[in-house]
């Protein structure tokens, strides 16, 4: 687990940053209700990171799945990570202060440069998590727990996102999605309904629901479109805690 700088100038440039969420993130979809359980757990992520010439910033989503972690998409904090903070949200507006990351565990690290059709390697996108500890631990919200053995599809899961969309950085939304397909490495492919994934969503919690409660089925990895930033197909990579 890497250890991020304490740092209160790069803590304060990432509370200046993630202070724009002002406009839509997922397209279509449903504003978050502020008694639903996804949106209560959902974050946004924002990282500094070191780019050796700039320093650059990546905004992403995430979910709390203990007082003190957050599961987001690996890709959110790769490069080298200078600071990191978390937002949560009062239904689709958000809550401040941002808290501050103390550490981050990355379990996948994917290229730098993602071609222009979004295609990478599944292998790659199976392993897209990482864990982030917050400096310290959150009272007032419930974790959603982990999916750790689940024994069958869901017919629908449930995506919220608070990320880069056409129209800017978003308030937080969520959306239906309909799996239509899962690969030898655990990766679920799914359609959202009535609405569009953006690229900056990533990350952001995929969640079952059922009579077993609501499950962290995943995070949203990549998205499928011949239009970036948005399109309707999205790749969910397994929450593993096996990994952790």
Not at 114 to 126: D, M, Q
Not at 182 to 192: E, F, M, P, Y
């Amino acid at each position: 687990m890497a250890l991020l700088r304490r740092a209160p100038l790069l803590a304060t440039l990432i509370a200046m940053l993630l202070a724009n969420l002002d406009a839509r993130a997922i397209e279509g979809g449903a504003f978050a209700r502020a008694r639903d359980p996804l949106a209560r757990a959902t974050v946004a992520v924002g990282t500094l990171v070191d780019g050796g010439e700039a320093i650059g910033f990546n905004r992403c989503s995430g979910v709390l799945i203990a007082p003190d972690l957050v599961l987001t998409a690996a890709h959110c904090v790769r490069g080298s990570p200078l600071a990191a903070a978390v937002v949560f949200f009062d239904g689709p507006r958000p809550v401040r202060p941002p808290l501050r990351v103390a550490a981050v565990a990355r379990y996948a690290v994917l290229a730098d440069e993602v071609p222009r059709e979004y295609v990478t390697r599944l292998s790659e996108l199976s392993l897209d998590t990482a864990v982030l500890k917050l400096e310290r631990p959150v009272s007032r919200r419930r974790p959603i727990t982990v999916e750790r053995e689940p024994e069958s599809i869901p017919l629908r899961l449930r995506l919220a996102g608070a990320g880069l969309s056409a129209e800017g950085t978003g308030i937080l939304k969520t959306a239906q999605l309909r799996p239509i397909a899962v690969t030898n490495s655990g990766l679920t492919i799914a359609r959202a309904i009535g609405a569009l994934v953006c690229q900056g969503d990533s990350g952001g919690p995929v969640i079952a629901e059922g009579r077993g409660g609501t499950r962290v089925w995943g995070v949203a990895s990549a998205v499928i479109t011949r239009e970036p930033p948005c399109g309707d197909t999205v790749i969910i990579a397994p929450a593993n805690p096996a990994a952790w």
